[in-house]
């Protein structure tokens, strides 16, 4: 009896000292977490990784939470300047003709949410303009010259004046469509928009472009110089 009662203790020391050295499980090397817990399947395409969705987090990668835009309480002050506020809204998925997950599209962020340097999970970033034109020659070094839209573009859910795609690297793009400059979302499942983090140079103002990536209806990608003032979509990519 003597001995079982000294070796207990022993016992208890080696459970108590697993557990204290657990560590939480990393996610695959094929996925990323937001600060949400949200989890997205990711993929290398060429010489870059990137998600596979577009971005849906309503927390900064610190934790810390973003405003969500509502008309009632912001009015028309989706982008306002001498009161700066990071805000996101979901993309409107109710000109599908079909009942979507509200997050389907994923979230669409002003300009201050896009220029906070915390929008992304960490270990990612949101895109440059150059990041996408590197993707675009990919894909037109690999059989799809001219047709590098459609490649991106997801098979389905896309109007018929768009036209849908043949996803045909897995990109999965989405018409999520864009937020108007009065707070409106606007253009889903007609086109899809995706922000970069490539921005004009000088004053803060309505008038400021930032560089986005449009899928519509070409068989091309579309760079558009787009006000600062609109809202969009992100994909991630690696860093």
């Known amino acids: 009896m003597k001995k079982i009662n000294f070796l207990i203790p022993f016992f208890l020391f080696i459970i108590f000292s697993c ?51 509502s008309f009632a309480t912001h009015g028309n002050k989706w982008f306002y300047v001498p009161a700066p506020e990071a805000l996101y809204q979901w993309a409107n998925t109710t000109t599908s003709g079909q009942t979507l997950p509200f997050d389907y599209y994923g979230a669409v962020y002003n300009h201050f949410a896009l220029e906070s340097g915390k929008l992304a999970p960490k270990g990612w970033r949101i895109p440059t303009e150059q990041d996408f034109k590197e993707l675009e020659s990919y894909l037109r070094l690999n059989g799809y010259a001219n047709n590098e839209a459609i490649a991106l573009k997801s098979t389905t859910g896309w109007l018929p004046s768009s036209g849908n795609g043949t996803n045909a690297v897995g990109f999965n793009a989405l018409p999520n469509g864009y937020v108007a400059a009065g707070g409106t979302a606007t253009g889903s499942s007609l086109i899809g928009n995706f922000a970069t983090s490539t921005i004009g140079s000088g004053p803060l103002n309505s008038s400021t472009i930032r560089k986005t990536i449009d899928l519509f209806n070409l068989p091309t990608i579309i760079f558009s110089d787009n006000t600062v003032s609109l809202g969009f979509g992100v994909r991630c990519i690696k860093e």
Do not use: H, R
Request: no cysteine.
């Open 19 to 69: 557990n204290k050295n657990k560590t939480e499980p990393t996610p695959p090397n094929n996925t990323a977490v937001d600060a949400d817990g949200n989890t997205y399947t990711t993929k290398k395409i060429g010489n870059q990784t990137w998600m596979l969705e577009n971005l849906k987090t309503t927390k900064y990668n610190d934790g810390t939470p973003i405003t969500k835009y």
